[in-house]
């Protein structure tokens, strides 16, 4: 059992890990995108209603983008704390188990 806890901390220390690099290039990404639609000081798509409209619908994709890229950051944080609060958890553990039985030592 020690050893297959030991590859499932691993497991999601590495999965917190690897999930950085992808939610870092997904924010890239959508940075460039949002910059490129909104098409710098002012409106691409002009002072009418349509601008206005399409400006609105710019914001929102930028506000849901930005909330995705949080949440998808804290998700891998989270992860990797898991996989810490595992090892920590199971090194309690065998101290426990060895002062209680001293012949599991």
Known sequence: MGRELQV??????GAGQ???EPVDLFGQHTDALLKAVAGGGRSPWGIGVIGMVMDQINETLS??????HANLDMTGAGVREMGDQARTTELVNMVTVQDLDPSAR
């Open 8 to 13: 499932d901390q691993v497991s999601l220390s």
């Open 18 to 20: 690897r999930m950085r």
């Open 63 to 68: 506000q849901a983008c930005g909330h995705l």
